[in-house]
T-cell receptor
Framework: DAGVTQSPTHLIKTRGQQVTLRCSPK?????VSWYQQALGQGPQFIFQ???????QRGNFPDRFSGHQFPNYSSELNVNALLLGDSALYLC?????????????FGPGTRLTVL | AQSVTQLGSHVSVSEGALVLLRCNYS??????LFWYVQYPNQGLQLLLK??????LVKGINGFEAEFKKSETSFHLTKPSAHMSDAAEYFC????????????FGTGTRLTIIP
């Protein structure tokens, strides 16, 4: 079992650009959550997807959007990038109702906005 | 709304000494509490969790934590520090068992002195 995988590992963009990050969940998991971890901070919940729909959303602007595919993989899209979007983006997968302790985290994508 | 406060962004202990990482929470309902560890350039790994039942919970790598409702605390301890324990530690809270959204503290960086 490959666990949760994310791509790319690192990404450098400039202000105003758009970015797409990808996540493949652990086998057997149907729910994907995304977190933003700024340098020196704890992860902050962006949103969660289940059955291809956004199930929960944290306090992030509409520039942050996502998608879940029938195979449960997910994308995080960020439009009009700001310097403050520079962070480690973590994907976590779980199965709905299984509890937060069933959540497995991927290694993250480090986004740098110049 | 729930929140987590981790006292001490940096903690240094000598190898073989007691490790104590502090976490206090705020929650309007009985919380589910977690400790995660993050090694450099890696995602988050679950150390231990408190859901219901016994208030002293044991986790991986010799760590344990005690849920104290009266003190709204969930401090992480390890009797004897090992060099491999050097990492970032995050305390997190979830509102209910089926709600996988986690709210994290800002983290504590643990340094082990040889």
């Amino acid at each position: 079992d490959a666990g949760v995988t994310q791509s790319p590992t690192h990404l450098i963009k400039t202000r105003g650009q758009q970015v797409t990050l990808r996540c493949s969940p652990k086998s057997g998991h149907d729910t994907v959550s995304w977190y933003q971890q700024a340098l020196g901070q704890g992860p902050q919940f962006i949103f969660q997807y289940y059955e291809e729909e956004e199930r929960q959303r944290g306090n992030f602007p509409d520039r942050f959007s996502g998608h879940q595919f029938p195979n449960y993989s997910s994308e995080l899209n960020v439009n009009a990038l700001l310097l403050g979007d520079s962070a480690l983006y973590l994907c976590a997968s779980s199965f709905l109702g299984g509890g937060a302790d069933t959540q497995y985290f991927g290694p993250g994508t480090r986004l740098t906005v110049l | 709304a729930q929140s987590v406060t981790q006292l001490g962004s940096h903690v240094s202990v000598s190898e073989g000494a007691l490790v104590l990482l502090r976490c206090n929470y705020s929650s309007s309902v009985p919380p589910y509490l977690f400790w995660y560890v993050q090694y450099p350039n890696q995602g988050l790994q679950l150390l231990l969790k408190y859901t219901t039942g016994a208030t002293l919970v044991k986790g991986i790598n010799g760590f344990e934590a005690e849920f104290k409702k009266s003190e709204t605390s969930f401090h992480l301890t390890k009797p004897s520090a090992h060099m491999s324990d050097a990492a970032e530690y995050f305390c997190a809270v979830s509102l209910d068992f089926g709600n996988e959204k986690l709210t994290f503290g800002t983290g504590t960086r643990l340094t082990i002195i040889p």
